[in-house]
């Protein structure tokens, strides 16, 4: 099975694990001390935050050694009405950009800025949200119905206005969506050929292959061609020698 997230572990564990037992407070340093009680753990941890500042600290000290914010402190964040967790406690290795850096091409030159792509995104997600935010709230109304169309309409016009003129220009577009392939030639600092040529592999001998059996009348027929020589055992001339000869066989075994 898929081992579940820490942070998923961790904020299930604040809801339903963890509880405001006590609350001092600090007028002198603006600092609230909590106890929560861990009933997984069945212990008590402080949780010292700083509203004004929004910092947070526990006696657990998980984000300290893990960089991830404990069960204790997204309790107390839940109980104070936080809607969002502080973004100095959101590491960049646990999110999109811990791999997003500057890629260069081979001449030295900067190709593309990953950030800047994922806070592009980040600002058309945040687009899509308001918008359908907007429609939801003047969907009951005709009057505020036909207001926000004409607005965007009228938007619409203008940036087909400018985006227009920037053609014309011979500049990029606002309105253009660069392709795949373009996208992954800028990301490789190289074009896509125009055409690619496959040719098959080389033929290879598979290793600890064995050698081809020779038929027995192509190799009677192969020795059969030798020059003949003078066998030392029997004195005649013939395909054999003294080691292989059949007479000098047939004294051995009568020995």
């Known amino acids: 099975m898929p081992q579940t997230p820490l942070t998923m572990e961790e904020l299930k564990a604040a809801c339903f694990s963890c509880d405001v037992e006590d609350i001092q407070k600090d007028p002198e340093h603006a ?55 502080p973004s100095e406690y959101l590491i960049n290795r646990w999110s999109k950009l811990a ?33 359908f935010t907007c429609v939801s709230v003047v969907e009951q109304s005709p009057v505020y119905c036909d207001e926000l169309l004409g607005m965007l309409r ?32 800028m990301f490789l600092g190289t074009s896509l050929p125009s055409e690619i040529k496959v040719l098959p592999p080389r033929q290879c001998k598979n290793k600890g292959s064995r050698k081809r059996l020779i038929w027995q009348r192509k190799k009677a027929g192969e020795v059969s061609k030798r020059p003949l020589r003078r066998c030392k055992a029997c004195g005649e001339m013939a395909n054999h020698d003294s080691r292989n000869c059949d007479k000098k066989t047939t004294d051995d075994d009568d020995e």
């Open 31 to 85: 600092i609230q001390y909590i106890s929560i009680i861990d009933r997984e753990r069945d212990k008590v941890y402080v949780v010292g935050l700083k509203t004004d500042e929004s910092k947070i600290v526990c006696t657990c000290k998980k984000f300290e050694r893990h960089g991830i914010l404990c069960r204790h402190a997204l309790c107390v964040l839940r109980e104070r009405g936080f809607k969002k967790v």
């Open 99 to 131: 791999t997003c850096k500057h890629i260069f091409s081979s001449d030295g030159q900067l190709l593309t800025d990953c950030r800047s792509v994922e806070v592009q995104k980040n600002k058309v997600s945040e687009l899509w949200s308001e918008l």
């Open 154 to 185: 009228g938007f619409k016009e203008r940036v087909l206005a400018v985006t227009s003129v920037i053609d014309d220009s011979g500049n990029s577009g606002i309105g253009k969506k660069m392709d795949k392939n373009a996208e992954i030639g």
